[in-house]
């Protein structure tokens, strides 16, 4: 086959213990496999620290789109990893809880959920301060 000509490292056994960020450091660290974080040099992760609640909820809802995201990924490569599978069920019903707590509380925050105004554009955006 012409793949076996190309000296590829074997990486059949990568995600053999694949160890899962069950908390939301995978979030931060850009990849839900403790195994594959891989630093880039001296770089420090920065925590973010939402300032009320409408933006801890969004940071829960980016939090668990990241998670599915990475976890579908893996997925897609390993289609009978149950274990993995149930995790990723269990984020996306917390995902979906969260968007509907936000929308309750705050308004739409997807496209496809809009009601008949844009709340959005009256918020501060991420990089003005509210102090």
Known sequence: MFFDSLDFVDNTDIFVGKIVNLNDDGYIYG???????????????YR???RNEEESLRLKIMEHTFKINDLNLYLDLH????DIYNYFSKEENELN?????YE???????????SKNYNW???PWPWEDEA
Not at 31 to 45: A, G, L, Q, S, T
Not at 79 to 82: A, E, K, R, T, Y
């Open 121 to 123: 554009i009256n918020n």
């Open 79 to 82: 289609p009978n990893d149950v």
């Open 48 to 50: 973010l620290n939402p």
């Open 97 to 101: 809880n969260n968007i509907n707590e």
């Open 31 to 45: 990849n839900m496999f403790k195994d594959e974080y891989v630093p880039y040099k001296n770089y420090k992760v």
């Open 104 to 114: 309750t509380k705050y308004g739409s925050i997807c496209l496809n959920n809009i």
